[in-house]
């Protein structure tokens, strides 16, 4: 297969989350493939060493600060991107924090939060980005959900779900909207990746971590730089025919009967 289909020279792509973890591995990994970069997240030494590395590669990178919950800063952010590069190929919508808490006990203002981190700030970035983008007449986004964008996954987790359930809903209605006026919407559906967030979460569980790899046939957990090719494809002419689509990456694990175990019985 032609590399060139994968070469995102000229191509110019923001992604939010970018200071860490799978955000990162998806601002470099675009980055290495050709594209410029506006790097986006609220951790501003994480997201200038992204854009620093991506520069190192001979890109043009720059590091804005930005709560993409807030739609009072999301304007703002792509007004900075139209003087910056004057155009967007790209949006990864990576950054958003979900709050855990029993059904019976967690507080709205939880929820809500959670709401406006997940959905409520995803969709301005699709928005804003989107209308850059039907103007041209092209582009591509990708929203990061969850496999809680499908099946539950109890342990507290109702306002994420909830959120990432929209998420999906969202990526397959915009998809929709937008499909057959050039515009492309996916989402990546990750399970359990090692970011900053879980590494914390197993260190004060240990046990997580085994009750996590009973559910993944491929038999560890997730990277952030397993997102790296799935990326690429999306933004690239590669996936030119891929859109509304919900892509698991999950090493199996939606693909197991809830009964299923891993290896052989014993």
């Known amino acids: 297969m032609p590399t060139s289909l994968f070469d995102l020279t000229g191509k110019v792509a923001l992604i939010s989350g970018a200071a860490q973890g799978m955000g990162r591995a998806m601002a470099l990994a675009l980055a290495e493939a050709g594209a410029d970069l506006l790097v986006v997240d609220l951790n501003a030494a994480g997201g200038e060493a992204t ?25 703002p952010l792509f007004a900075q991107l139209d003087r910056e590069f004057g ?23 939880a929820v809500e939060q959670t709401w406006r981190n997940l959905v409520l700030g995803r969709f301005c970035m699709c928005q804003e980005a989107g209308r ?42 915009l998809s929709t909207e937008w499909s057959g006026r050039g515009v492309r919407v996916n989402a990546i559906l990750p399970a359990q990746v090692l970011n900053p967030g879980l590494e914390k ?49 999950d090493g199996g694990n939606l693909a197991m009967n809830g009964g299923g175990s891993v290896g052989p019985i014993r």
């Open 201 to 249: 979460r197993i260190a004060a569980d240990p046990a997580l971590e085994n009750k996590f790899l009973s559910g993944l046939p491929a038999g560890r957990l997730g990277h952030p730089d397993d997102i790296k090719g799935l990326a690429v494809l999306l933004a690239s002419d590669a996936s030119s025919w891929i859109t509304g689509t919900l892509i698991p990456m």
């Open 87 to 109: 155009r967007i190929d790209f949006l990864g919508n990576v950054a958003g924090e979900g709050m855990l808490g029993a059904p019976e006990d967690i507080e709205l203002s």
């Open 132 to 173: 850059r983008m039907l103007a041209a007449g092209r582009g591509s986004i990708v929203n990061i959900g969850s496999l809680a964008s499908l099946t539950a996954l109890g342990r507290s987790h109702i306002a994420y779900s909830m959120a990432m359930g929209a998420v999906a809903q969202m990526t397959r209605e």
């Open 51 to 75: 854009a620093a590395a991506a520069r190192e590669m001979g890109r043009r990178a720059v590091f804005s600060p930005c709560n993409v919950s807030e739609p009072e800063q999301i304007r």
